[in-house]
């Protein structure tokens, strides 16, 4: 394997609510250039466990290590897309000032102005994602798919080291998607990515590797066919190559299985 | 109404009411922007509250009200984070449970009673120079506080979870930003009164979001529009010795009316227009 630390370590990651595990014991190393996609069914802890690596919520119990930092202190070497592209629609802001959003540190000095060199890196951003023409519209005058992209530019326009996206294609029509998972793996020429997906024929011929997540994970460093993938979530041999899909929803079978 | 200016308290009623609109056209944009209506009236009515607490005990209203105002928007900051799910509902109770206390509190109170009315509609037009003051002083506090956190307010405000990753403080932010409103309301409360509050952070903010792309655009005519509004209320009321409060109330809702309206209009031409650029026969709608 590579030299090269991992940029996300995750050890005996448990995560519990109301005396439940939503995750169990889970282990997973993030290596620059990786392709994971998270696969599992809902309440399977995915969007869970996206929030516990940007650091939104705290684990019960392990650890988790963004460049051998806690998640929440790692600055803007993680860009975050989330789930709803519909969210707070009304805001009253063009789409460029959206992507500047992303380029916002906190830390920075409060009375500095945004400088044009940063616009144009916005600008630039918004182009390589095919929208920039965008740029000076409001988002609610915006189609989903391209307020999908507005999204993506606002976490790429920090130049993160990692991409971590929630079913980010939830709100894209097929033809959108297929140009959607084109566009990621152009970008994973030079980022490592991380999301979260339902759709597992679009995934098996994009992804390099996926978890299978329902509060246990299993990981598949890397996978043989599309057919390896489903057979791995849906079918009967689930015991010889994912033993994430025999456990069901209540903890006592978690037990049974240790 | 350049003649009712000769009157000093026509004069401090006018201020007042520029005041009011500029801290509630900044501060009502982002109640706006996030949601924070129901809770601004909660917070609103239970200041009602502290009022009575102030003349129970003889306190000074200022100081006494602005406290209790900041506790009761600080639970209740703290109960719409923690039960996200049923913050409505407890907002709700505590808009009543204020209320209740502060009319109970002055029924106690020996000895003359304010009107109640006074502090529901406001008394605008009895405004004293001292009032504007501190009413001055405070707004300004509020708004520096809100430009020295403009950007971060404005990350957090349109994506939460995204500003949190980022690196945005944005559980003292939320905290910070519910106070100001506690301020808000109880600067403007006693000159205006509490439902022309919730009218003033309300009515601007929703026009002025519709007509502009940046959220500062959005508190500029915000701030125009509430002194439209403000203007001609007072006027209305002078003109025709109506109840000031309820005037104002009455010409913004007017506005809202028109700008709804106004809506209807420019969809219908931009539709025509459609439909002549798609060559399409106007008969066939």
Redesign the interface.
């Known amino acids: 394997m590579t030299a090269v630390p991992p940029i996300v370590t995750i050890a005996d990651l448990c995560y519990s609510t109301g005396g439940q595990d939503i995750l169990h014991n889970i282990n997973l190393d993030v290596f620059r250039g990786d392709f994971i996609s998270i696969i599992g069914p809902n309440g399977g802890g995915k969007t869970t466990l996206l929030k516990l690596i940007?650091?939104?919520l705290k684990p019960s119990k392990g650890t988790i290590r963004i460049n051998g930092r806690p998640p929440?202190t790692h600055?803007?070497c993680?860009g975050?897309v989330?789930q709803h592209v519909n969210?707070?629609l009304?805001?009253?802001?063009?789409a460029l000032?959206?992507v500047l959003?992303?380029a916002?540190?906190?830390?920075a000095s409060?009375w500095a102005r945004t400088s044009g060199q940063t616009k144009d890196t916005a600008r630039e951003t918004l182009a390589k994602l095919g929208v920039a023409d965008c740029a000076g519209r409001?988002i609610a005058a915006l189609s989903g798919g391209q307020r999908q992209r507005i999204l993506i530019a606002?976490a790429l326009v920090s130049r993160p080291e990692m991409l971590v996206l929630d079913e980010p294609t939830a709100s894209i029509d097929t033809k959108g998607q297929t140009e959607f998972y084109e566009l990621l793996k152009e970008l994973n020429k030079e980022l490592t990515i991380l999301m979260v997906s339902h759709d597992l024929l679009i995934v098996s011929s994009y992804a390099k590797s996926i978890a299978c997540l329902n509060r246990c994970m299993h990981y598949h460093q890397s996978f043989g066919s599309s057919r390896e993938v489903l057979d791995a979530f849906y079918s009967c041999s689930v015991d010889e190559i994912c033993p994430v899909g025999v456990i069901a929803q209540q903890p006592w079978t978690i037990r049974k299985m240790e | 109404m350049i003649d009712a200016l000769h009157f000093e308290f026509m004069r401090n009623a006018l201020l007042a009411g520029l005041l009011a609109s500029v801290i509630c056209g900044v501060i009502g944009t982002l109640v706006v922007v996030n949601r924070l209506v129901f809770l601004s009236g909660g917070i609103a009515h239970s200041a009602y509250g502290g009022i009575g607490l102030a003349f129970f005990f003889g306190w000074p209203y200022m100081v006494c009200t602005t406290i209790f105002a900041l506790a009761a928007a600080l639970i209740m900051a703290a109960v719409s984070r923690s039960m996200r799910q049923r913050a409505d509902t407890i907002i709700g109770v505590m808009w009543a449970i204020g209320m209740a206390t502060g009319i109970l509190l002055l029924d106690f109170t020996p000895g003359y009673n304010v009107d109640l009315m006074s502090y529901l509609f406001g008394s605008i037009m009895s405004v004293p120079r001292s009032e504007l003051i501190s009413m001055a002083l405070l707004g300004g506090g509020v708004l520096a506080l809100v430009f020295f956190f403009f950007k971060d307010l404005l990350v957090m405000s349109y994506d939460e979870e995204f500003a949190q990753v980022q690196g945005v403080p944005v559980q003292a932010l939320y905290y910070l930003l519910i106070g100001s409103v506690a301020v808000t309301v109880v600067v403007v409360v006693q000159v205006v009164g509490l439902i022309l509050v919730i009218a003033l952070m309300t009515i601007p903010p929703s026009i002025a979001e519709k007509y502009t792309s940046s959220m500062l655009q959005m508190m500029a005519v915000s701030c125009g529009l509430g002194m439209l509004f403000i203007t001609g209320g007072l006027w209305g009321a002078y003109h025709y010795d109506l109840t000031s409060g309820a005037a104002i109330i009455l010409v913004a809702a007017t506005g809202f009316l028109l700008s709804m309206l106004v809506d209807q209009v420019i969809l219908r031409q931009r539709r025509q227009r459609w439909l002549r650029a798609h060559a399409i026969d106007g008969n066939d709608r």
Not at chain 1, 90 to 94: E, H, I, L, N, S
Not at chain 1, 104 to 107: K, L, S
Request: glycine share 14%; proline share 11%.
């Open positions: 940007l650091g939104l929440g600055g803007t993680i975050y989330p969210h707070n009304r805001f009253p802001a063009t000032d959206v959003m992303g916002h540190d906190p830390r409060r409001k606002r």
